[in-house]
């Protein structure tokens, strides 16, 4: 199950050794409910091995307004603090698990 990133709890997620991938979105954005599904099953995939979540930007605005996110659904894919990748719109589930999988490499 997708990991509930919150403004509260980002920045102790972004200390994991292991790859953290974010889901920006908001409940009224219909791509972003489209992707919503592929999260969950790269979140299962990679259960132990990666930190994979959902951020809602209407619930926590401090979070989506420091890294600027203007357009949802935005994924970011981070790696010790830093932003590995960065995926506007929706993507492939091939798409993070490569990009996860060139992290963990």
Known sequence: MAFKFTDSNFEEQM???QPVLVDFWAEWCGPCVALGPTIEEVASEFDSKAVVGKLNVDENPETAGRFGIRSIPTVLLMHKGEVVQK???????ATFVDAINAVLA
């Open 15 to 17: 200390q994991s050794d």
């Open 87 to 93: 995926f506007v719109g929706v993507q492939p589930k």
